[in-house]
């Protein structure tokens, strides 16, 4: 069973990086002030650790991007020399992670590296949001994507409380 996890990862791991790649991109290139920050930075490398990452999921593809001479970022599957700079994110726990992903919080994130790069990389975590009410807009229109991004927001909500209270109750309990 654990080889079948694996060769399905490997089939699966590039195609989502690709789609995380152009999701970043898309946020990206919603804000012109991003990228401006990025382009001086064109052929920098910025690498993703998720730090603990549970042992029983199956292994992260290499989480590294390449700065494009446009702003943006393309995602390197096998990172040609050492990164400019490391993030750091503790993911021993992915699903609060996701969950504080999904309510806007951010979390704590350690930058190792080129100084100034770091601080736009930094400048980026702030400030950069995905607006996901403005993209339902465009397609489904504006009373649809509010009523959508409503109930995406509660969910969101609730599963972090979910995630937080359960993962709090497992602390007290160890």
């Known amino acids: 069973m654990p080889r079948m996890l694996h060769a399905l990862n490997a089939l699966l791991a ?5 789609r995380l790649t152009l999701l970043l991109n898309h946020v990206l290139d ?6 401006q ?8 490398l910025v690498q993703l650790h998720l730090e603990r990452w549970p042992r029983l999921l199956p292994p992260l593809p290499t989480l590294c991007w390449r700065v494009t001479p446009a ?5 390197c599957e096998t990172p040609p020399a050492a990164a400019q700079l490391h993030v750091r ?8 992670l996701v969950a504080q992903s999904l309510t806007g919080s951010q979390p704590t994130v350690q930058l190792d590296g080129d100084a100034a790069l770091a601080a736009d990389i930094n400048w980026l975590l702030q400030n950069l949001r995905w607006d996901v009410a ?11 994507a509010q009523q959508l991004s409503a109930v995406g927001a509660a969910l ?8 937080l209270g359960g993962a709090a109750r497992w602390r007290a309990g160890s």
């Open 134 to 144: 403005a993209d339902l807009e465009r397609v489904l229109g504006a009373a649809a």
């Open 156 to 163: 969101a909500r609730g599963l972090r409380q979910a995630l």
């Open 30 to 35: 919603s804000e012109p002030v991003a990228r």
């Open 37 to 44: 920050l990025l382009r001086p930075r064109d052929g920098a």
């Open 14 to 18: 590039p195609a989502l990086m690709q």
């Open 71 to 75: 702003g943006l970022l393309e995602w």
């Open 89 to 96: 994110v503790d993911a021993s726990n992915p699903a609060a």
